[in-house]
Every structure is written in structure tokens, then in C-alpha cells.
């Protein structure tokens, strides 16, 4: 069964600093996906990066970037030069790509970024 | 830049009655999905729909629960006799169809509270 944990349930950071946020997950599934979502707190639901399990590189997309080592299922998020802005929710989720449509979420980390 | 929206953002209803909630995918999009979050937890797949069919829905979409894509630009969640705990964010999301792996857009949710 397909599922996702995201075991820090908050981080704090200093502004400009870099800041990993953890993912594991778990599949039987060859094929999948894996995405980051930052909810901040007016609810809304912002993609940020996408990794596909057959991938080579490591997805990056400005200041994220996931970390992505397939043998231990993990796929950390990582931001550089962390800003103000920056504090929110993150939710990693997994879609596996041939079994179905729909994304499992993780229970999320709420990133505080301080001045 | 395109992007999916919902209407109400807060919807307010007494236990019992039923709720239509609207939404507007990504124009050119032809997966369409809902998910809900009840409050400080994870976000949780509920429907997907394609071609004006169901293609997958979660055991927390039952019988009082309902989609409908009414025309070519709005789909639509129905839940009939709400309860109180179908008080959540509800998010629609849509995407295309060029790559499996495409991301889910989300729209911004609609708070359901349920009295």
C-alpha cells in the first residue's frame, strides 16, 4: 500500500538559511511520482516541485530542490535561502503513476522562518 | 496565468441540508479531482473524473456524495445531508493530460462548516 511520512511536524529556520524537509515513502508501484505542496496560511494549495521515479537528476525549481535517493524511498525537499515568505505547510505526496490518479498526502511540516 | 478557482471560498450550512460546490478547472485540463482537508490534518483524495465519469473515489466518498461536470467549464460537488464532520476545506484540482506525471493544480478551497 502507498504511503507517506513526513515525520517533523514543525521546523524552524533562520532567514537565509537552507532547510531540509523530510519524506519517506512506501510503494510496490515501479512507477510513481513525487510532489511538494506549500499551503501557507490562507489555505491555498501551491505546487512546488515534481519528481518522477525514473528521473536521473534531482528535480530543481529555483530555491527547491528535492533530494531524491530511490533506494531508501526518500525525498527530501530542500530550501535555499530560506525567506520570510517561506513559512507555511509543506505536504509531500506520491502519485503512483499506473495503478491510479490520485495523490496521497503526507501529515505535512509547518516551516517557521524567523528573522 | 491560468488557474482553477472555486466558489463559495466559505460556505456556512445547517446539519441536514445539501451543499453544491463549484469549481472551474484549468481550461484546456481533463482530470479532475476533489480532495478535502479537515482542519490541522492531511489533505485526503476523495473523487477523480475523466471523460464525465468517475474513474476513482475513496471510502469517504458514499452515497451522500456527488460530481457533476453540468457544462463544459464548471464541476460541481454535491453532498446531501451534510453532518458535522463534513466540516473541512474542500479542493478541487485539474490536469492535463500530456504527461502522466503532470501536477495537480489545486484552487484555492472552499470552507465547509457545518453547524
Known amino acids: 500500500a502507498q504511503k507517506i511520512t513526513q515525520t517533523q511536524p514543525g521546523m524552524f529556520v533562520q532567514e537565509k538559511e537552507a532547510v531540509t524537509l523530510d519524506c519517506t515513502y512506501d510503494?510496490?508501484?515501479?512507477?510513481?511520482?513525487l510532489f511538494w505542496y506549500k499551503q501557507p496560511s490562507s489555505g491555498e494549495m501551491i505546487f512546488l516541485i515534481y519528481?518522477?521515479?525514473?528521473?536521473?537528476q534531482n528535480a530543481t525549481e529555483g530555491r527547491y530542490s528535492l533530494n531524491f535517493q530511490k533506494a531508501r524511498k526518500s525525498a527530501n525537499l530542500v530550501i535555499s535561502a530560506s525567506q520570510l515568505g517561506d513559512s507555511a505547510m509543506y505536504f509531500c505526496?506520491?502519485?503512483?503513476?499506473?495503478?491510479?490518479?490520485?495523490?496521497?498526502f503526507g501529515t505535512g511540516t509547518r516551516l517557521q522562518v524567523f528573522p | 496565468e491560468p488557474e482553477v478557482t472555486q466558489t463559495p471560498s466559505h460556505q456556512v450550512t445547517q446539519m441536514g441540508q445539501e451543499v453544491i460546490l463549484r469549481c472551474v478547472p484549468i481550461?484546456?485540463?481533463?482530470?479532475f479531482y476533489w480532495y478535502r482537508q479537515i482542519l490541522g490534518q492531511k489533505v485526503e483524495f476523495l473523487v477523480s473524473f475523466y471523460n464525465n465519469e468517475i474513474s476513482e473515489k475513496s471510502e469517504i466518498f458514499d452515497d451522500q456524495f456527488s460530481v457533476e461536470r453540468p457544462d463544459g467549464s464548471n464541476f460541481t460537488l454535491k453532498i446531501r445531508s451534510t453532518k458535522l464532520e463534513d466540516s473541512a476545506m474542500y479542493f478541487c484540482?485539474?490536469?492535463?493530460?500530456?504527461?502522466?506525471?503532470?501536477?495537480?493544480?489545486f484552487g484555492p478551497g472552499t470552507r465547509l462548516t457545518v453547524l
Open positions: 484540482a485539474s490536469r492535463d493530460s500530456h504527461s502522466s506525471y503532470n501536477e495537480q493544480f
Open positions: 481550461s484546456n485540463h481533463l482530470y
Open positions: 510503494t510496490s508501484d515501479p512507477s510513481y511520482g
Open positions: 505526496a506520491m502519485r503512483e503513476i499506473y495503478n491510479t490518479d490520485k495523490l496521497i
Open positions: 519528481q518522477g521515479s525514473y528521473d536521473q
